[in-house]
């Protein structure tokens, strides 16, 4: 059986965790602390892919990054090359549908982390960005594992989005959900029980290590 879709699924959910932690990490803190009128509409727009079609979020990041689209259009004259149907869209279309499996989680870390420690950081001499990053990102080191084990598992069984943005092309875009679905497609089910098998188990191994990483933490460690 060709595993070259759980290589490329393994892949995309890798990339798109990094740039999700990269660019949801100040997203979460703003969103934890911030005082703005715009938070709540921001929070809200974070969590719209949670409750979102999949084939709705699919098609529109298909017209914005294709050819003649306003994200596509600059890239395709720029490069050549088109985002749609490549593993660089894959990577924009996994960001945006698992975004708020990464900065919500974020978000509830720092919220807990509260504003003493902070306070007492900055009354001895540390500035905002060295109480953030020796303060608060340590003490929300929960909240980063959380975060990145989710957004890694919820890219890794897309399927909707992907498949609309991407299509299947073999060894580029088609990732494992999409391969089994072919598989199903053509009757072949021992390849698609092989497959969909890893991904259960996948899944639930990392519902149990969230689950037990959070009794520890409710519990002082013990379990």
Known sequence: MNLTPVWISLQLASVTVVVLLALGTPLAWWLAVGRSRWRVPVDALVALPLVLPPTVLGFYMLVLLGPQGPIGGPWFAVTGDTLTFSFIGLVMTSVLYSLP???QPLRDAFRAVGAGPLEAAAMLGARPLDAFFRVACPLAGRGFLTAAVLGFAHTLG??????????????????????????????????????????????????????????????????
């Open 101 to 103: 499996f990464v900065v």
């Open 158 to 223: 897309e399927f909707g989005a992907i498949l609309m943005v991407g299509g299947s092309i073999p060894g580029e875009t088609r990732v494992v959900a999409i391969a089994i679905y072919e598989h199903v497609e053509t009757l072949d089910y021992a390849s698609a029980h092989v497959l969909s098998a890893g991904l259960l188990l996948f899944s639930f191994l990392v519902l149990l290590a969230i689950y037990t990483l959070n009794r520890r933490g409710r519990t002082g460690g013990l379990v």
